[in-house]
């Protein structure tokens, strides 16, 4: 029992840790880059490394963190990540044969376009004012951000799992015997 409690803390720190990092530091970098979103990174690893039920925990406490640090109606971002981490799984889980780079790269692409559609469909179903009502996917803006996010956050995992299939076993090739 207490090995598990032990083990959430030390989750939820690294989270808010994570969380405190993306909005102190990276969202006071210059335009292109503060589009890049640590979080999805770190929910695209957690499936690499831990199980499925820390995952969703730790998609749920980003998008906590996130919630509690941005101006949206809140449970936008814990939903957001809550249902990108779960689509994540599932096409981990059945799609994808192995953990290799391009696997990452292509569950990259998924978490980004996954998480901007359902973070802009919610601001418009949560948003009763009827200030995001505004159609995103013909705004400048919109595209320029997501194309930025995509890039970054493309290169930061590809450095990431470089460098972890350097120090881990996990991330081996492997060859299917012949039978």
């Given at each position: 029992?207490?090995k598990?409690?032990?083990k959430?803390?030390?989750?939820l720190?690294?989270?808010?840790?994570?969380?405190l990092?993306?909005f102190?530091f990276?969202?006071?970098?210059?335009w292109?880059?503060?589009?890049?979103?640590?979080?999805?990174?770190?929910?695209?690893?957690s499936?690499?490394?831990l199980d499925?039920k820390?995952?969703?925990?730790?998609?749920i406490?980003?998008?906590?963190?996130t919630?509690?640090?941005?101006?949206h109606?809140?449970?936008?971002?814990i939903?957001?990540?809550?249902?990108?981490?779960v689509?994540?799984?599932?096409?981990?889980?059945n799609?994808?044969?192995?953990?290799?780079?391009?696997?990452?790269?292509?569950?990259t692409?998924?978490?980004?376009?996954?998480?901007?559609?359902?973070?802009?469909?919610?601001?418009?179903i949560?948003?009763?004012?009827?200030?995001g009502?505004?159609?995103?996917?013909v705004?400048?803006l919109?595209?320029?951000?997501?194309?930025w996010?995509?890039?970054?956050?493309?290169?930061?995992?590809?450095?990431?799992f470089?460098?972890?299939?350097?120090?881990?076993?996990?991330?081996?090739?492997?060859?299917?015997?012949?039978r």
């Amino acid at each position: 029992m207490s090995k598990q409690i032990i083990k959430y803390v030390l989750l939820l720190t690294g989270v808010a840790i994570l969380a405190l990092l993306q909005f102190s530091f990276i969202s006071a970098l210059p335009w292109p880059i503060n589009n890049f979103n640590l979080s999805l990174v770190a929910i695209i690893f957690s499936l690499l490394f831990l199980d499925k039920k820390d995952s969703w925990v730790i998609a749920i406490s980003l998008g906590f963190f996130t919630d509690a640090w941005l101006f949206h109606p809140y449970g936008t971002a814990i939903l957001s990540f809550f249902l990108t981490a779960v689509a994540l799984y599932l096409i981990l889980e059945n799609l994808l044969t192995n953990r290799s780079l391009y696997s990452f790269l292509l569950l990259t692409i998924i978490a980004v376009l996954i998480d901007t559609i359902f973070t802009r469909v919610f601001l418009i179903i949560f948003d009763w004012s009827g200030a995001g009502a505004s159609h995103f996917l013909v705004s400048n803006l919109f595209w320029g951000s997501l194309m930025w996010n995509l890039i970054l956050s493309l290169l930061v995992v590809g450095f990431i799992f470089s460098v972890l299939a350097i120090l881990s076993r996990r991330l081996k090739p492997f060859f299917l015997k012949r039978r």
